[in-house]
Structure formats: structure tokens, C-alpha cells
């Protein structure tokens, strides 16, 4: 079956460091990827969303410098948290969707959770 | 922006009864879909229902575009139910930029 597999599932990092977390669809070929993030006590806010053969796009309040993504391929994306700071902390999932159709909504993998010393 | 707001906030219920979850968007949604977020983090799709009813298993979700609202029934409640509730619109139609809500969170006790 068709599944989104994001790794690591958790992290932790100092203060002013980066991490890298990587997101892989498994099963089938995502057309577009998009990258939320939960921090505590709030909702899911879209960060950028990344579609093949369009550019990235990020969200207000989020910037490539800070967040820069690839998506190299139909199966794989990765972002990278660069200088990380404790209102960087929560989790962030990854959902892929499979095709154009617009009434299918992403599949999302398991998250990970990013906790900032 | 567009707004999603979900009552209650929390909800406590004894093992068998019936919960009911609103969501109310501040504009036209043209997808609306309900998910589920284990206590774990992880979230999987329940319902995708950008208008009138649709049903599976023991969920009931019922859409008014015009009035701009959502519900969400779950029947005989189980444990296995607790857990967060998300409501999420998309004004594009494509599911690429979805807009949530904060959420109901749900305890279902034996």
C-alpha cells in the first residue's frame, strides 16, 4: 500500500544548530509535497509546499533561507531547519499526494518532532 | 486569511456514547477534510466532505457549504477513539494548502 515515510521520527538539537529531516513516499509518486508544521499548544501551519516542475513555495512567516527544501524526485523531499531556536520546537509532518486529482487529500507520514536545547 | 474554528475544545465520554464535533470556516471551502491525530502526533485522513453527508463506519460527517459548517458524529464511542479531531478546508480545490483547525480533543473512557 501507499505510504509517507518521514525520518527521523524525533530530534533534538542545540540552539543555533540545523537538522535535516527527510520525507519518502513509498508506493506510489508524489506530484507534490507540502511540509506543516505543528508547534505546541497551536495547529497545523503550512510551511511551503513543493510541487514537480514548479518552484517551492513557502508560506508567510517562512522563508527558504531558513527552511530551504528539496525535492529532488518523485519519491523523496527533505528540509532543513538552519539555526534552530526553541520557537522552532514541534512536529513536522510531511503529505504527499499522489496525482492532480484534486479531490484526493495528502497522505501524511508519521511526523518528526523536533525538541531545541 | 481563512479561519477554521472547532467546539468544543475538549470532550470527556464514557465508552459507547455518541460525540459530535463542529467546525466552522470563515469563507468558502471547496475541500474540507476531517482527520484524526493519535496521541503520537501521527494524523490520517477520516473524511473528505466539502458538502452534503457521507458516512464510514461508525463517523457521520455532514457539510452546509452555504452556512459555511461542518460536523463530525461519531457513534458508540470507543477508547480507541481518544485522540485529537482535525478539521482542514482548502479554498484552492486542490488539497495542496490546507488551513486547520486547533482541534477537538477527545477522551473516551472505559
Known amino acids: 500500500g501507499a505510504l509517507v515515510y518521514q525520518y527521523p521520527r524525533r530530534t533534538i538539537c542545540k540552539s543555533g544548530t540545523s537538522m535535516r529531516m527527510e520525507c519518502q513516499a513509498v508506493?506510489?509518486?508524489?506530484?507534490?509535497v507540502a511540509w506543516y508544521r505543528q508547534s505546541p499548544q497551536k495547529t497545523f501551519e503550512l510551511i511551503a509546499l513543493?510541487?514537480?516542475?514548479?518552484?517551492?513555495?513557502?508560506e508567510q512567516n517562512f522563508t527558504q533561507e531558513k527552511f530551504p527544501i528539496s525535492h529532488p524526485n518523485l519519491s523523496f523531499s527533505s528540509m532543513t531547519v538552519l539555526n534552530a531556536y526553541l520557537e522552532d520546537r514541534g512536529l513536522y509532518l510531511c503529505?504527499?499526494?499522489?496525482?492532480?486529482?484534486?479531490?484526493?487529500?495528502?497522505?501524511f507520514g508519521e511526523g518528526t518532532r523536533l525538541s531545541v536545547l | 486569511g481563512q479561519q477554521v474554528q472547532q467546539s468544543p475544545a475538549s470532550l470527556v465520554l464514557q465508552e459507547g456514547e455518541n460525540a459530535e464535533l463542529q467546525c466552522n470556516f470563515s469563507?468558502?471551502?471547496?475541500?474540507l477534510q476531517w482527520f484524526y491525530q493519535s496521541p503520537g502526533g501521527s494524523l490520517v485522513s477520516l473524511l473528505s466532505?466539502?458538502?452534503g453527508t457521507k458516512h464510514t463506519g461508525r463517523l457521520t460527517s455532514t457539510t452546509v457549504t452555504k452556512e459555511r459548517r461542518s460536523s463530525l458524529h461519531i457513534s458508540s464511542s470507543q477508547t480507541t477513539d481518544s485522540g485529537t479531531y482535525l478539521c482542514?478546508?482548502?479554498?484552492?480545490?486542490?488539497?495542496?494548502?490546507?488551513?486547520f483547525g486547533a482541534g477537538t480533543r477527545l477522551a473516551v473512557c472505559p
Open positions: 503529505g504527499a499526494r499522489a496525482d492532480r486529482a484534486d479531490n484526493q487529500a495528502p497522505l
Open positions: 508506493g506510489f509518486q508524489a506530484t507534490s
Open positions: 513543493s510541487t514537480v516542475n514548479s518552484a517551492i513555495k513557502y
Open positions: 469563507s468558502t471551502a471547496t475541500q
Open positions: 466532505n466539502p458538502s
Open positions: 482542514a478546508i482548502d479554498e484552492s480545490g486542490s488539497f495542496n494548502k490546507l488551513t
